[in-house]
């Protein structure tokens, strides 16, 4: 039972324009979200996250918006850049910052 | 480099080996947390630990796999007559407080692969 999912396995992006990931829950019980970026051969790195009490959240070319009826949250980078290729993962958790609950993540090609 | 310290980064065992799998946290921090990821798939907490403590091991299958993080050295995670659907790779994290805050970020490792021939 995938209670985070993130439906699109890859993404392909021109550089300079807006790359936007998706993710979808199904647990209203969630009240935190969080997305790590991952490149190969290293561990998650924490890049933003939002507050069930917010509907957005907005860290330099980062944004993330979070639509609580739809159940549904949006990873916005803009301008994106080469850099930001890598595998971006969409974690929720309820009571617990560790008993994170992950997406199987979005890879994002950048293309110069 | 003072970050999150996994090792062996790759590790092949055969079918009922013994699979022992390390972790040194961020300077400064106590806790430590376990995560294994499929292919295909997104990660899955399974243990979390403190200094000579188990906060939660409700992600780790009972038998097999066990966890520890003495006072002195490095967390291991454990796993005993490996089988093929062990094969993953295996992310430790650490934090300076815990569960003290959902605001608190947790600092990965690069992780170990594990095969099972």
């Known amino acids: 039972d995938q209670q985070v999912k993130q439906n699109s396995p890859s993404l392909s992006v021109q550089e300079g324009r807006i790359s936007i990931l998706n993710c979808d829950y199904t647990?209203?019980?969630?009240?935190?979200f969080l997305w790590y970026k991952k490149y190969p051969a290293e561990g998650p790195t924490f890049l933003i996250s939002?507050?069930?009490i917010k509907d957005k959240n907005e860290d330099g070319r980062f944004t993330v918006f979070l639509n609580k009826s739809a159940k549904h949250l949006s990873l916005h980078i803009v301008p994106s850049q080469p850099g930001d290729s890598a595998v971006y993962f969409c974690a929720a958790s309820g009571d617990s910052n560790y008993q994170l609950i992950w997406g199987a993540g979005t890879k994002l090609i950048i293309k110069p | 480099n003072a970050g999150v310290m996994q090792n062996p980064r790759h590790l092949v065992r055969r079918r009922g080996q013994e699979a022992r799998l390390r972790c040194s946290p961020m300077?400064?921090?106590?806790?430590v947390y376990w995560y294994r990821q499929l292919p295909e798939e997104g990660l899955k907490f399974m243990v979390y630990?403190?200094?000579?403590?188990?906060?939660?091991e409700s992600g780790m299958p009972k038998e097999r796999f066990s966890a520890e993080f003495p006072k002195e050295g490095p967390s291991i995670l454990r796993i005993q007559q490996v089988v093929r659907g062990d094969s993953a790779a295996y992310f430790c994290a650490s934090s300076p407080r815990g569960q003290a805050s959902t605001n608190e970020k947790l600092f990965f490792g690069s992780g170990t692969q594990l095969s099972v021939l």
């Open positions: 630990l403190q200094k000579e403590n188990i906060i939660d």
């Open positions: 939002i507050s069930s």
């Open positions: 647990n209203s019980m969630f009240d935190y």
């Open positions: 300077k400064g921090h106590s806790h």
